[in-house]
């Protein structure tokens, strides 16, 4: 039975940016496992399987709905065993949650303040407004505050990404000669971004930057189909 999986999108439902969504699909690419997208905006989360969710991604297989990416990656790793592993063991699993920590409290942390107006500017009108509202509390500042100077603070980021930076000198992927679901971690953050905005977060000569090329050409270019903004 082919999955069905609710991703968020803006305006144009074919343009997905969740980094939490991207993880997701990209896990279900690596399983090689049949699944079918539900375009969701933010206004409709409230609506989809009966109701109670505030966030996707959300995964429904078979009579199982599972929430939160991790959590998904987590039931696809023991639902489906024998197609390839997300984690390569129990270490990597515990090592794939120091990443997700790591990336949402230092790489989208600081990735926020860059590129949320872009965020805004891609939604729905209806969405717009409810985007606006709810991080302009969260903030304590509109939008346009929040992101003024970003030029000035990009440096600060860039120097944020040399543990990543560093290790992909001594190996092509997180996961080491191939993915694991640790990437997938880190390209959701960078695809969120590359989607939603046009600023230009590495420089092109960046080892980071190489190995999101790298997770853009994975399972026949995925990452790819949605063009950049």
Not at 58 to 77: H, K, M, P
Not at 182 to 188: C, L
């Amino acid at each position: 039975m082919t999955m069905l999986l609710y991703e968020l999108v803006g305006q144009d439902p074919e343009r997905p940016f969740s980094p939490h969504c991207w993880k997701v699909v990209m896990a279900l690419e690596h399983k090689g496992l049949a699944y079918r997208t539900v375009p969701t905006p933010f206004t409709a989360i409230p609506t989809i399987e009966g109701s109670g969710y505030r966030t996707v991604p959300i995964l429904r297989d078979g009579e199982t709905v599972v929430s939160d990416s991790f959590a998904i990656a987590q039931y696809l790793e023991r639902q489906y065993p024998d197609r390839p592993s997300l984690f390569g063991g129990p270490g990597g699993e515990a090592t794939a949650r120091f990443v997700e920590r790591w990336c949402q409290m230092v790489v989208q942390a600081q990735m926020l303040g860059l590129v949320v107006k872009d965020i805004h500017d891609v939604l729905a009108a209806e969405d717009q407004a409810y985007f606006r509202a709810s991080r302009e509390t969260r903030f304590g500042k509109p939008l346009e505050e929040f992101v003024a100077g970003r030029e000035d603070r990009l440096p600060a980021f860039r120097t944020a990404l040399e543990p990543l930076r560093s290790m992909l000198s001594y190996q092509p992927f997180i996961g080491g000669e191939a993915p694991l679901f640790a990437d997938y971690i880190v390209f959701g953050a960078f695809q969120w971004a590359r989607v939603a905005s046009p600023f230009r977060l590495l420089a092109e000569d960046d080892p980071v930057a190489a190995w999101f090329e790298r997770c853009l050409d994975l399972h026949e270019g995925r990452g790819r189909r949605v063009a950049a903004a």
